[in-house]
């Protein structure tokens, strides 16, 4: 049986994949540090955390961390049970709905500036073409 290696874009000059990770990414340093502490996460967890929302795998995770594979599991089951999700996907959208939701509250706790006058609704009369 013949097994090729993974698609390239060009076999001459590159020899990386065609389908790469993306390179954006959905929280930053800021947002990190507060799902930490939402959820209590270890320094360790919060690493790890960070790395399968990058879209690593258990194996490259290990070596990224030099620890074995076995403790990215525990890790990863601990994170799991915390945050009360059973996938990566469903983590890194708990996540970012948390974030989401953390940022709409802040905006709505923000005192309004004081040179900004709300308007005064008894002065306001309906239109008068409403039938």
Known sequence: MFMSKHPTANNDTDNGPVFDRPRISLLSEEHWLYLRKQYCMSPRELQVAKLVCQGFNNEEIASSLRIKEGTIKTHMRN???RIRVKSRIEM?????DNVAK???KLETELPLSSNIKKPDMTTISPPSDVS
């Open 92 to 96: 890194l959208l708990r996540f970012v």
């Open 79 to 81: 994170i799991y049970r």
């Open 102 to 104: 953390s940022s709409t």
